[in-house]
């Protein structure tokens, strides 16, 4: 057991020239999923990732990728084809995914692409009729790039399939399945999701061939070295706790995650009018929009950023001081997912939860999750009696639809009730 904890990317059976990339990165030891993974890669077994972000996933595939390709690493560049394919539900997601692949074969000859919608093709078509060996995608983008004849994609060795859990969740599941269609029968596939629900699984089933698994548990490392908080607050309040946390307590680089994309841009609105320096990620903003926050955020310019869970998913984000989760999320594990952030290569970390009466449920969801009872603050300005109920708001139609001096009244339709007088 000793002897894995201490094992070295040299005993990883890769290229020279990869483990000067990864010596001049910085890393030394693999990661579990790492450790785990790339042997399988290597010996072209398919295989089914389950890890959050932040575990070195990314490295797991590109490594013993780049390893495989690196034999024919020679070809004149218009020559070459593209022999690895990895799809990306988000278009942040697939950028960082370049920059790592990029990274990791610095030494080597094997040229890399990154193709995604929201901006002009016409570059992206002539980078690929340039010769690439390494295609990043995004599913709709690649498939238009193909139905133009741009790229060919019957010389795929492997297939990655990253955030398989997004993937679904945004509705890609049809173009996963063209897009293993097209692939030629004896490639590779490589499916990594930071959750395993019904239909990750049945998709794996589907498309995978004696799937070799690793999973890394996301309750792990993630959730024991962070510093957790929880406060209890109405949730008209959660503003002014918000604020008087970041006056008093809350420091350095934060991220917030909110719910809805309307939550993003009100907490952006008032934290801005108080004199922070804010920005957000999420669905409805351009490509370059959320480009520029994100590189702000990264660089330091900014120190707060803003976004909802989809947005933020497969984004790294290193030396992150805390994570608020200002609304809380309804699966436990997205709560894990979102504070393992701030306390990433074993680092510790911060995370301050909000919880309104109606989110009381969250928080025992989590709490059986992570076999822990996360710290509760209670001398605040804003404190909710933790046994209050959630108010239930009624709009004025609903009121009068449904109740009548206290009763309740039926919930039938118009058409129903004329049905009904036909019969007298």
Request: aromatic letters at 6%; charged letters at 25%; one cysteine or more.
């Amino acid at each position: 057991m000793q002897k894995q904890k201490n094992m070295h990317f040299s005993e990883l059976a890769l290229d020279k020239t990869i483990l000067k990339a990864i010596k001049e990165i910085g890393y030394d030891t693999p990661t579990p999923i790492q450790e785990k993974t790339i042997p399988l890669v290597l010996e072209n077994k398919d295989v089914i990732g389950s890890a959050q972000t932040g575990t070195g996933k990314t490295a797991a595939y590109a490594l013993p990728i780049i390893e495989k390709l690196i034999w024919n690493q020679n070809v004149a560049k218009k020559s070459k084809k593209i022999r690895a394919l990895i799809i990306s539900p988000t278009r942040e997601l697939a950028v960082q995914i370049q920059d790592d692949f990029k990274a990791y074969g610095q030494f080597t000859n094997l040229r890399t692409a990154v193709v995604f919608g929201g901006t002009s093709i016409e570059p992206q078509k002539d980078k690929i009729n340039k010769g690439v060996d390494i295609l990043i995608a995004t599913p709709g983008r690649l498939l238009d790039l193909r139905k133009q004849e741009i790229i060919n994609l019957s010389h795929i060795q492997t297939l990655v399939l990253d955030e398989a859990d997004l993937m679904l969740d945004m509705g890609f599941i049809d173009d996963v399945k063209k897009i293993v269609k097209v692939c030629p029968r004896n490639r590779q596939i490589l499916l990594f999701s930071a959750t395993m629900p019904k239909k990750v699984s049945q998709l794996a089933s589907e498309i995978l061939n004696n799937p070799e698994k690793v999973a890394i548990s996301t309750t792990s490392s993630a959730a024991e070295n962070v510093n957790q908080k929880l406060y209890y607050v109405p949730k008209p309040k959660k503003m002014e706790l918000c604020l008087h946390l970041l006056r008093n307590t809350i420091k350095g680089s934060i991220l917030i995650f909110r719910r809805t994309k309307f939550g993003v841009d009100k907490l952006e609105t008032s934290l801005t009018k108080n004199g922070y320096k804010v920005t957000s990620l999420h669905g409805d903003k351009t490509q370059s929009a959320r480009q520029e926050a994100l590189n702000k955020f990264k660089n330091g310019d900014i120190n707060i950023l803003i976004a909802t869970d989809v947005a933020a998913r497969g984004i790294d984000i290193n030396s992150l001081d805390a994570v608020i989760n200002f609304d809380l999320p309804n699966i436990p594990e997205t709560y894990v997912h979102r504070i393992g952030r701030t306390a990433r290569a074993g680092e510790s970390g911060n995370s301050y939860s909000f919880c309104a009466a109606d989110e009381i449920n969250y928080v025992k969801s989590i709490q059986h999750l992570i076999q822990h009872k996360i710290e509760l603050v209670e001398d605040h300005p804003y404190s909710l009696d933790k046994n209050t109920k959630p108010i239930v708001h009624k709009n004025k139609e609903q009121k009068s639809t449904n109740t009548y001096f206290g009763k309740k009244k039926s919930r039938k339709s118009a058409n129903s009730k004329k049905n009904k007088k036909r019969w007298y």
